[in-house]
């Protein structure tokens, strides 16, 4: 990267963020992504152009509906902000009747009636807190691979959960030198090869022949496994609820 940025903020809330569970850009994405809905819905939920631009994306997507769901005390904005849309709805279903189509539209399927209207029904524009998240992704990607070469955040890293799969390969098309690579995939390979060997076990103790064996460490690695390839916010176990211990004692080449 050829801008290196300086350790502010941002740097120490990544390093911190590898010593809690689960994937530490999903955390960190979640933390500003809530941060972001937040403030919209306390300082701007009657700014005419947010308004609009709501309208016009339908409010929010499932996900950061979920999130919404968490904020009962701003709950007056939620209100405003979708009783202004399914008001347009509301006109555009009062006003819509079906729309006739060429007989060749017809004929290949493409002039249903009813795609005008649905159209209308549909969003134009995408949900605004999925623009702040895919953001917040990039930048705390970039400042990991800027990074990456620092002791101190590498140590957090290797000695963290690491990344899910999803941020760990929108991290790999961010990385241009061989050496930040292999600092990106060696702990995290180690992860894996754990995970590997608490699923053979977990699977060996589910055979009929075995099921007098108490489940151990592995008893749960069927979330880790799933958090790992997924990810999201807060998912999964720690190190203090996984006795495995560190993934970097059995990195690559140790």
Known sequence: MANKPGKHTPYFELVDAQRLSGCSVCRLVH????????????????????????????????????????????????????????????????????????????????????????????PDLPCPACLIKEQATQDNLELLIAFMEDDKLYEAYAEGEGLCLLHLAWAVSLVSEEATLQRLLQPQIARYRLLLEDL??????????????????????????????????GLGLGREHNPRGSARRKQVGE
């Open 200 to 233: 053979a076990e977990y699977i060996r103790k589910a055979d009929h022949r075995f099921k007098h064996e108490t489940l151990g460490p592995e008893g749960d690695v069927w979330l880790r496994v799933m958090n790992a390839i997924t990810g999201g916010a």
């Open 31 to 122: 933390h500003t992504t809530d941060r972001y809905l937040d403030s919209l819905l306390y300082e701007s939920v009657l700014d005419p152009g947010l308004r609009e631009k709501l309208k016009r994306s339908h409010g929010f997507c499932s996900e950061h509906v979920e999130m919404l769901r968490n904020h009962p005390g701003r709950s007056l904005g939620i209100a405003l902000i979708y009783e202004t849309l399914l008001r347009r709805v509301t006109d555009v279903m009062e006003e819509g009747k079906l729309e006739g189509g060429s007989l060749r539209e017809r004929i290949r399927g493409t002039g249903s009636p009813g795609r005008g209207l649905a159209r209308r029904l549909t």
